[in-house]
């Protein structure tokens, strides 16, 4: 699948960083480990960037997170982007045993860690939630990843905004409107702001739900989210309209998510 994406013309192909779901219809679900098949990715393709949509920093000591990264843009060759998140699925924190309370505040710890190691530094530091010791990371990174962050919580944005390249959201949070995109880029663009950046220094990325079939129950999208569907240029049109409220990178989603759909999406990829 992921070789299809990097054919058919694709920049980048990323993992749900997820351990469990249990959705309303009483299905199960969980990915195969996000690291560990970036990883096998990175080996297997040539040009797509490669992600995490977004890892939970919950789920590694910071440091042991901060060396995967390390690792995988090296295989890579420099293509890796690392997208963080604290994490939002109650469920899957509960059923491996991860503390669920706290969530800014471990993120605010682990972020300064892994930023700080990926960057070359030594790093002694002694929070709450988290300590190292002089930790560093060898071998050295040459280039370090990409940092994308994947929130709307006021507290992760602030510590993550002055650092990150990158800002990303879920299709559900602004409904996959251009509208609700735009309300929610204006809000990034102050706390940009407020955080002492230059908004136009983060780009904006969000997850696009797109429904190619629609008998297809392999996502189910919150209430209200509007996907967008067949034909290939309704689709087109509705990517060049977030675009034009101010989305620079879209990450689509699709329903179903097959080798076939990704090769038919991209008669959609021509079009733009």
Request: aromatic residues 8%; proline residues 5%.
């Amino acid at each position: 699948m992921a070789r299809a994406a990097e054919e058919v013309g694709f920049d980048s192909v990323w993992l749900g960083d997820h351990l469990l779901y249990r959705l309303r219809d009483g299905r199960e679900r969980g990915p195969w480990d996000t690291f560990s098949l970036l990883a096998a990715l990175a080996a297997v393709t040539e040009r797509v960037q490669l992600g995490p949509l977004v890892a939970c920093t919950a789920w590694h000591a910071p440091g042991i997170l901060a060396r995967k990264a390390a690792t995988i843009q090296e295989i890579s060759g420099g293509r890796f982007v690392l997208g963080l998140g604290a994490g939002w699925n109650e469920t899957e924190f509960r059923a491996f045993g991860i503390p669920y309370d706290h969530r800014a505040s471990r993120f605010e710890e682990a972020f300064e860690i892994i930023r700080r190691l990926l960057d070359g530094e030594r790093v002694t530091f002694s929070g709450r939630f988290h300590q190292v010791d002089d930790a560093v990371l060898l071998p050295r990174v040459e280039q370090r990843p990409k940092l994308m962050i994947g929130t709307l919580g006021d507290r992760v944005l602030a510590a993550a905004l002055p650092h990150v390249e990158a800002w990303n959201i879920w299709s559900d949070w602004y409904r996959n409107t251009p509208e609700g995109f735009a309300e929610l880029n204006a809000r990034i663009t102050e706390a940009a702001r407020s955080a002492g950046r230059n908004p136009d220094e983060i780009e904006r990325s969000a997850c696009v739900y797109v429904k190619l079939d629609r008998t297809s129950n392999e996502r189910q999208p919150d209430e209200g989210t509007v996907p967008l569907e067949p034909p290939a240029d309704h689709i087109a049109a509705g990517l060049r309209a977030l675009a034009d409220a101010g989305l620079q990178e879209a990450i689509l989603v699709l329903d179903p998510i097959t080798k076939r759909s990704i090769r038919d999406i991209g008669e959609v990829l021509a079009l733009l």
